[in-house]
């Protein structure tokens, strides 16, 4: 009896791993589309919702881009095919903020220049959806927010519910970095504000944005050296200008921990 419990148990700890293991595989009745993580990162329970949102900024770009594009990766559920198949992005309209406009902020994602990149491969379940933004004069000012989905069609129904969509919020101004979290405020360098991202960026000739953040926590000893350089820096701008020391855009007083 107590071989038998134990080869019970066995069978439910494997089938719960294979689980976890197929989660993109999940549905075999129809074939199905869901985004996800990088390839990498999809059997890593952690990644399921990454990159459901990105932020993005063409202030560090030269004047003459026009446009960028962000990338999100798309699976398809249930198998390979012998034959290539498209499939359907539309935008979904957010409430109470400033939605981006097709062929003003992005290009429309049934414009053909985009569509042609919207299919997953023959013998192949994955691969990279463009988003084309635009460099509108509009963007100096604003954020637009922009939602998409995917709907089905003749090739996909839909997969997991949560996994349906993704959203980017892109402008031409500085912006918070989604790396510039709470604890790297709590711990390294305060609170976000454009003010301090430029004095940043000026002192220390770094843009200060995902990537540069992330190899600060990479490399040993970087991040102290950085602190030690910006608050050295900050008390200079101060002492040279007695009674008018820096202040961001809401009237507070740049600081550093």
């Known amino acids: 009896m107590k071989n038998l419990k134990y080869v019970f148990v066995l069978a439910i700890a494997a089938a719960f791993t294979a689980c976890k293991q197929d989660q993109y595989y999940l549905y075999n009745d129809i074939a199905r589309l869901q985004f996800g993580p990088e390839p990498n990162r999809i059997y890593t329970t952690s990644y399921n919702l990454a990159d459901t949102l990105k932020a993005y900024t063409f202030y560090y770009k030269d004047a003459t881009v026009t446009q960028d594009t962000v990338f999100f990766d798309v699976y398809a559920i249930g198998g390979t095919k012998n034959t290539d198949r498209s499939f359907t992005l539309v935008q979904e309209q957010l409430p109470n903020v400033l939605n981006a406009e097709a062929g003003k902020h992005y290009v429309a994602f049934n414009d053909p220049k985009v569509t042609k990149f919207y299919v997953i491969k023959a013998g192949s379940v994955h691969t990279r959806v463009p988003v084309v933004l635009l460099r509108d004069a509009s963007l100096k000012t604003t954020t637009p927010k922009l939602k998409f989905k995917i709907v089905s069609d003749s090739n996909f129904q839909l997969g997991e519910p949560n996994l349906i969509w993704r959203k980017?919020?892109?402008?031409?101004?500085?912006?918070?970095?989604?790396?510039?979290?709470?604890?790297?405020?709590?711990?390294?360098?305060?609170?976000?504000?454009?003010?301090?991202?430029?004095?940043?960026?000026?002192?220390?000739?770094?843009?200060?944005?995902?990537?540069?953040?992330?190899?600060?926590?990479?490399t040993g000893g970087l991040m102290s050296y950085y602190q030690m350089m910006v608050k050295t820096a900050l008390i200079d701008y101060n002492n040279a200008h007695p009674g008018n020391p820096l202040k961001d855009e809401n009237d507070e007083l740049v600081v550093f921990p």
Request: overall charge negative.
């Open 168 to 218: 980017v919020e892109f402008t031409d101004r500085l912006s918070q970095p989604p790396q510039w979290t709470t604890s790297f405020s709590q711990y390294y360098f305060g609170k976000y504000s454009i003010t301090k991202h430029a004095f940043l960026i000026n002192v220390t000739g770094q843009k200060w944005d995902d990537d540069f953040i992330n190899s600060l926590y990479a």
